[in-house]
């Protein structure tokens, strides 16, 4: 899918002139069922082609995409804001990006470029796949992830997602009340934010776990635990549990492998020990 940039249509600021392919709410959710039934609840969508399945549709290039405001940034002048996410308070000029690369300064706003955009899903994959291994073992979950992320592990697993930009992969509309009603069809208790790092689609992430705690569905994220403390410990309040990355412990080796910083990871660990949500550390061997 190719997203052209951001313009301002009727008020809104959207996306113009869309080209991609991509899935129809009601089919996605009536195929997670169907396939669901037949294949125990493992499939994976983000690599669906057009010509296997005919609940994908070409999008027409005249369609939009309603962009969210970002709600963590300030504004320095007129021309440039400060994204307030992550550890990295990117300074982003009309026109910019932060280094997420799904972040956009549109006409002096901060806005996410990713929200009701994953490019993978999958459902009912095992909770241990997270990895979580002590939080409710062989619970089945719907994983969610968009484009993006603000490290640059060199040891990447999920670069085809995590490196790129949301126009270079395809991606599919589902907002966060047909993200519930498909874990809810499926009969799942959990979803997970997961492949690339959460951080950098937080709004769409806690819009989802927010309505999942109401739902009475329970909520999860895989992180590089890069999150500003004030969005984290807002956020906090409505997951179950948490799988923290933590690469090593040399200020080092995150600099030379993940261009990124340790302190802030070890400020995740004690803020969510402090919060009392459930935590299991994570480190790649």
């Not at 705690?213 to 807002?234: A, D, R, Y």
């Not at 409505?238 to 400020?267: G, M």
Request: charged share 25%; proline share 4%; net charge positive.
């Amino acid at each position: 899918m190719i997203l052209r940039k951001c313009v301002r249509k009727k008020g809104k600021v959207v996306l113009g002139r869309l080209k991609g392919q991509s899935i129809a709410r009601r089919d996605f959710i009536r195929l997670t069922v169907g396939c669901g039934a037949c294949l125990g609840l493992a499939i994976v969508v983000h690599r669906f082609q057009e010509k296997s399945s005919p609940n994908l549709t070409q999008q027409n290039s005249e369609q939009n995409s309603t962009l969210v405001e970002a709600r963590y940034y300030h504004t320095i002048d007129e021309k440039t804001v400060q994204c307030d996410l992550c550890f990295r308070r990117c300074r982003i000029t009309i026109g910019g990006r932060g280094y997420c690369k799904v972040r956009e300064n549109v006409e002096g706003k901060l806005y996410t470029l990713v929200y009701g955009r994953p490019c993978a899903i999958t459902v009912g994959s095992p909770i241990e796949k997270l990895p979580l291994y002590h939080v409710h073992p062989g619970a089945r979950r719907l994983n969610l992830a968009t484009a993006g992320c603000n490290f640059k592990c060199i040891f990447c697993i999920n670069w085809q997602f995590a490196v790129k930009t949301p126009e270079d992969v395809m991606s599919y509309n589902l907002t966060p009340q047909e993200a519930i009603r498909t874990a809810v069809a499926n009969n799942l208790e959990f979803i997970s934010f997961t492949y690339t790092e959460p951080t950098v689609f937080y709004e769409y992430m806690y819009d989802i776990s927010k309505l999942a705690k109401e739902k009475g569905l329970k909520t999860v994220f895989h992180t590089n635990g890069s999150m500003n403390l004030e969005p984290l410990k807002k956020l906090l309040k409505y997951i179950d549990a948490v799988a923290v990355d933590l690469k090593a412990f040399t200020a080092e080796f995150y600099r030379s492998t993940s261009f990124s910083e340790l302190t802030p990871v070890l400020e995740t660990l004690k803020t969510i020990h402090n919060e009392g949500v459930w935590m299991e550390i994570v480190n790649l061997i």
